[in-house]
């Protein structure tokens, strides 16, 4: 028989005793995330970040099965919907970006609610749907077709299976999601705690499955909001979808996590709870290895001595013998907002040649202005993406420090 009692989806966290292994992956994810853009300037990390949001709603729309092409995602941000190949996928990726970018939002002007408590988790919900595109707010269900109702959880009749999940019934959601959010609310109440309680609040939110639709999305988010609110956020640097999308070793392995974080306890030594403590605890561990992997993964993208090398190298490689240009580049990374007045101190010429290489750079995409006489700044073109940043949404090799191993515990 179903538990329909909020204590079903205990342990929430990993309690009494933290194994050693899980603490000092906490202690690595908090010096690599503050490590993280730390000599970037503000302005190319304002590029960078924007760059970031698109890549987790790439990768989080992958994980639903949604494969957007990037180019199509940044052609329907910028408006531009009659160069999209699929319109519907490329806005719910808009939709996506657009509530990663609240969420920076209110972390960066101290106002971010807390992560788990349902109201949040609502309206995670309520902003993501009311962005989405007609087409994707109806779901089957029981093959009827059904309109997906934004920021409202599941109601009487609206029960559902998740593969031979069966997560509590609709008439129960209230006392659940009561539950989970008080559970987590004294759950993350210290630095490591806020870290540790991410996986466990990430698999906890998926097993009730209060939304009929969304729940994968909206976790992801939570996930995203927790990390801002824990201080590993890396100012927006990295993905948890990336990482979750990819694995360590196969993509395949955050269902097949998931799935097994879903079993019950195994007898008097595995916890005190309805489900299994050594599969959360596993689970943790692989997640929270995820976590420094994709930070680890930033940082060598994002570094500003590698970045300019790398950007400085493509320059030179499309306009040999134009040396002033990789010049300009790294100013502008290195600098943030240039004054157009500066090109020519920083190349050693007359105004009219800065000019001329200053519009020969922003005609290209690599620098951009907000007007046409304004400072400019770093762009990062589309079509040079991957040679700026190997890997990031394809499978280039890029040279990178090897993958952590997921602890045994």
């Known amino acids: 028989m179903v538990l329909e009692t909020p204590a079903r989806i205990e342990p929430c966290g990993i309690e009494e005793m933290v194994p ?3 603490m000092d992956l906490v202690l690595e994810i908090r010096s690599a995330a503050e490590a993280l853009g730390r000599r970037l300037h503000p302005d190319s990390a304002a590029e960078l970040r924007s760059m970031t949001r698109i890549m987790n709603a790439y990768y989080s729309n992958l994980i639903e099965g949604h494969n957007t092409r990037p180019r ?6 910028a408006g531009q919907l009659d160069h999209v190949e699929n319109r519907p996928l490329a806005e719910e990726a808009v939709a996506h970006v657009s509530v990663l970018a609240w969420i920076d939002q209110r972390y960066s002007e101290g106002q971010l609610p807390e992560p788990t408590s349902v109201e949040f988790i609502q309206e995670l919900h309520l902003r993501f749907y009311e962005a989405m595109p007609e087409e994707l707010r109806f779901t089957e269900h029981d093959g009827v077709r059904k309109e997906i109702v934004p920021g409202t959880f599941r ?3 609206e ?16 006392a659940f999601m009561g539950h989970f959010s008080s559970r987590y609310h004294d759950l993350t109440r210290g630095a490591a705690g806020k870290i540790l309680s991410i996986p466990a609040a990430h698999h906890r939110l998926n097993y009730i499955h209060p939304f009929l639709d969304g729940n994968g999305r909206v976790s992801r988010l939570m996930s995203h909001a927790m990390c801002q609110s824990a201080g590993i956020g890396g100012h927006g640097l990295w993905s948890i979808s990336r990482g979750l999308a990819r694995g360590l070793a196969d993509p395949a392995e955050y269902k097949e996590r998931m799935d097994a974080a879903d079993h019950q306890r195994r007898g008097d030594r595995d916890g005190r709870g309805n489900l299994c403590l050594a599969a959360l605890t596993s689970f943790s561990a692989w997640f929270l290895t995820v976590m420094l992997d994709q930070i680890r993964f930033t940082e060598a993208m994002f570094d500003l001595t590698s970045l300019q090398d790398r950007y400085t190298r493509l320059i030179g490689d499309l ?3 134009k040396d002033r240009l990789p010049q300009l580049i790294k100013r502008v990374l290195a600098q943030g ?4 007045g500066d090109a020519s101190f920083v190349t050693g010429v007359k105004d009219r040649a800065a000019r001329n290489d200053l519009s020969e750079l922003l005609k290209a995409g690599f620098l951009k202005s907000d007007t046409p006489k304004g400072p400019v ?8 993406r991957e040679r700026l940043f190997p890997n990031l ?11 952590p191993v997921v602890p045994v515990v």
């Not at 029960?159 to 209230?174: D, I, K, N, Q, T």
């Not at 907002?337 to 157009?340: A, D, T, Y």
């Not at 700044?377 to 040079?384: K, Q, T």
Request: charged share 30%.
């Open 159 to 174: 029960e559902v299976e998740v593969g031979r999940h069966l997560p509590p019934s609709a008439e129960r959601l209230p």
């Open 393 to 403: 949404f394809t499978d280039a090799e890029p040279i990178l420090p090897p993958a």
């Open 155 to 157: 109601v009487e009749g």
């Open 337 to 340: 907002e240039m004054p157009r």
């Open 72 to 77: 199509d995602i940044e052609a329907a941000l």
């Open 20 to 22: 050693e292994e899980l």
């Open 319 to 321: 306009y040999p013998g």
């Open 377 to 384: 700044r770093i762009a990062f073109p589309l079509d040079y």
